[in-house]
């Protein structure tokens, strides 16, 4: 069956997409009796195309990795009129991520789910800021609302709770979210002190120029908020979560944990507590012999508290353009295998 | 929907599916629309009882519990007639795991398959001696045979690479497979020898009597033979996969792993070499930075290397009732929300 794809960015998880897509086609064939078409695509920098017998990605891949403009099947239609214009079954929202307004890919999806076409998405915004209201629309359309990509990249948390632990009742989750602090806290074990670290992350490119929302715990919170509204359907926004970076940590506060046996983590947390759904973000002295202080550098890791199985922790990357981009594949073979 | 089930063996395990069975019916209609009547169950020393409309589970619990025989809806036919004639959609395979035959277990799988309906199995015996052949006759029947419980109980393993990393080539399995050598390994940190860490386990009830199957490693091997055959579709037998197990392990080699920051983990190990696949089980030092370093007593961890994610960890229960009980509910509601 083949499912036919709108992709609205083609930026690093949007052309990451496209090369999965390629390199696997046979064996997704194979396996799932899985086909596609890539219809339109939206991009700011090299501009709107549609073409409902299917694009010529190659070219297209070639033009924006030489920076240059797309030339075939240009399209006049803005990107919220071709989204909902197109023919296009499932819709890749893959631009940037605005914790603030969630625009412009709250538009899209809108757009999107109101015609009738899937979302599948890695951008935090639309989830964080609005999942309830996603989800309420998605349903009333009888399409779906994926966003795996939004929390720790292509490892699979939000595919793995609602399938191969879907009987399960999790009460409580708790992670390492943020690759950036993660690396930044391992490499002051060593005994480098706060600022050089984050001088040494900006330089390898895991800290941006302002640090604020990865060292500030912002980009935790909005997972942390993802997390509370699809896993344990808490309708809690943002503000909702406590949150503490990391910028207080001090190699004295390392050297302490180190002697207790533990290490310092920025813990992600949601617990279920009193039938109210409680989210924080902190950094904690983790426990050597807890799965997650084991995790070191950029990875990523959640711990599952489930009534049947007890912990269940998964460890993985967290960010990357073909990470990100295998969580947009793995929710477009979730929604093909359902259908 | 309703789905009929018949449970071959009524033991811990069966008897901990029936107990989640009922916990959770309320919530599993809710989300998924799925509901269940067991129509048989064949035990050797409860008796074979068949009602096609339904049989009563609370007294059949009750009865068992007080290790009392079934007295209502008793059936004259023997276990394979019964999974024959029987009307269920489902058999749950339940019974004790042979690794040199595959019997009882398998002539109830035949009989199951054969006749249209799908396994379901925590058994390691026909997992491991024959699934290419068990396999082969579910698609020729069109239905399913699933084994998600015989490899780390019901912490999702099979279901994990064949849902949400089903996108991912997976080149290479390593993990902590067993969780009595592991628990020892773990006492052995502490200071205490070979011999007398195996008395400990055999008194909390860890180690058998007889605790060979642990710790010269035949069980992992067995798991790595269905990881092997089910993950990496290799065709190979038990006797393929070259095992070691952790009686040669001294204290002298714990205190050196230390020294060199390391631990000694019992690994069972799947990798894709030139074209084919090699399975082996050995005692390997592992680095203390790696996520399976960290697994301690008698908790079970894999790592999958896969092509586009790296590697991904799942640490979480290798053994125990409900958790094993869990394994039967997650392929049964695989099963239902594939129809």
């Known amino acids: 069956m083949k499912q036919k794809l709108t992709l609205i960015g083609f930026g690093t998880v949007g052309k990451g997409l ?29 501009g709107n195309v549609y073409n409902p017998n299917g694009l010529d990605i190659d070219l297209m891949l070639e033009q924006a990795n030489a920076k240059q403009k797309f030339t075939k099947d240009l399209s006049e239609l803005d990107t919220v009129s071709l989204i909902k214009e197109c023919n296009a079954d499932i819709v890749c929202e893959l631009t940037y991520t605005d914790l603030q307004t969630g ?6 999806c809108k757009a999107a789910l109101s015609t009738g076409k899937h979302i599948v998405t890695s951008n935090k915004g639309p989830a964080a800021l609005f999942y309830p ?5 998605a349903d009333e359309n009888n399409v779906k609302f994926m966003i795996e990509g939004t929390v720790v990249a292509g490892t699979p948390i939000i ?15 708790r992670g390492i979210l943020n690759g950036t602090t993660n690396y930044m806290l391992s490499e002051m074990e060593k005994g480098m002190a706060y600022d050089d670290v984050l001088k040494v992350a900006q330089d390898l490119g895991y800290a941006e120029a302002d640090p604020t929302g990865d060292v500030e715990g912002f980009d ?5 908020t993802i997390l ?8 809690i926004k943002i503000a909702d979560v406590s949150c503490e970076g990391i910028t207080k940590i001090t190699l004295e506060d390392i050297q302490k944990a180190k002697e207790q046996n533990a290490r310092w983590k920025l813990i992600g947390s949601v617990e279920k507590k009193d039938g109210k759904v409680i989210g924080s973000v902190a950094p904690e002295m983790v426990d050597l012999s807890h799965p997650l202080a084991g995790v070191m550098g950029a990875t990523n890791a959640l711990t599952f508290t489930t009534d049947l199985l007890g912990d269940i922790t998964i460890v993985g990357p967290g960010a990357g353009k073909i990470e990100t981009g295998f969580s947009i594949l793995t929710d477009i073979l979730s929604i093909h295998r359902s259908q």
């Open 228 to 235: 509370a509204n699809i896993v344990m359907n808490a309708g």
């Open 18 to 46: 496209c090369e999965i897509l390629k390199d696997k086609s046979q064996r997704l064939n194979n396996s799932y009796d899985f086909d596609y078409e890539v219809v339109a695509v939206a991009d700011f920098a090299y």
């Open 103 to 108: 625009g412009p890919a709250i538009d899209h």
């Open 220 to 224: 935790a919170r909005g997972k942390v």
């Open 133 to 137: 209201e996603m989800k309420k629309l």
């Open 159 to 173: 595919n793995l709770t609602d399938g191969p632990l879907g009987g399960c009742e999790i009460s409580r989750i």
